[in-house]
Each structure stands twice: as structure tokens, then as C-alpha cells.
Nanobody
Framework: QVQLVESGGGLVQAGGSLRLSCAAS????????MAWFRQAPGKEREFVAT????????DYADSEKGRFTISRDNAKNAVYLQMNSLKPEDTAVYYC????????????????????WGQGTQVTVSS
């Protein structure tokens, strides 16, 4: 059973940066395709970024391209999300997710593709 714990959220002014971390336990992350999603109040959970098992392939939602960077350190069993040039509309709870069955493509952007989820970390961007 994979357990995921996010950290690094907080309150930041617009234009600022945050780095989210996702620490995994219970299994080696090299077996899992990883992703970040976010959910704002009253909205559905939405795709932010994905990263392949080796870290060689990444994908981003259009609104995050050029601002966010997903990375992973398989030796540390961790995944990261570097967020720069933050905007108030980035305010949400950010979730780390893992999938043993996804290998990329459009389905990897769907929350339904992921078996394991963290508890989330709140990111609030003030204007």
C-alpha cells in the first residue's frame, strides 16, 4: 500500500514561489506514474502535472506550462512541484497521486487513473 504525504503549501503573494513535496512510503516510487492535481472550493479536481517513472517525460496543464516544474527523486522516494509566478487563481488544495497502471497519454490527466492519493496541502495566493 502506497502512502503519500504532501508538504510545502502555504500563503504566498502573487508572483511568488512555492515548492511542494510528496513523500512516499510503503513501496518504491519507481513503479508508479506520478501526478499533481489541485482542487479549489466548489470546483472539480483538476490536472496540474505528470511525470513518468524515470522522470524523463513530463506533462503540464496549459495554464501551468512555463510556471510549474514537476520532478522526482526516486532515490528519495519523492516527487516535487516547483511553482513560480503564482497567481490568485492557483489557490487550491494540491494533491499528489500515484498510478501503477498509467503509462502516459490523455488518461494520465484524469484523476480516475490514480490509485493512491495524499491528503493534500493548501496553497493560497493573495493578490
Amino acid at each position: 500500500q502506497v502512502q503519500l504525504v504532501e508538504s510545502g503549501g502555504g500563503l504566498v503573494q502573487a508572483g511568488g514561489s512555492l515548492r511542494l513535496s510528496c513523500a512516499a512510503s510503503g513501496y518504491t516510487l519507481t513503479s508508479y506514474y506520478m501526478a499533481w492535481f489541485r482542487q479549489a472550493p466548489g470546483k472539480e479536481r483538476e490536472f496540474v502535472a505528470t511525470i513518468s517513472r524515470s522522470g524523463s517525460s513530463t506533462d503540464y496543464a496549459d495554464s501551468e506550462k512555463g510556471r510549474f516544474t514537476i520532478s522526482r527523486d526516486n532515490a528519495k522516494n519523492a516527487v516535487y512541484l516547483q511553482m513560480n509566478s503564482l497567481k490568485p487563481e492557483d489557490t487550491a488544495v494540491y494533491y499528489c497521486a500515484a498510478s501503477a497502471s498509467v503509462y502516459g497519454g490523455t488518461y494520465a490527466k484524469s484523476p480516475r487513473a490514480y490509485n493512491y492519493w495524499g491528503q493534500g496541502t493548501q496553497v493560497t495566493v493573495s493578490s
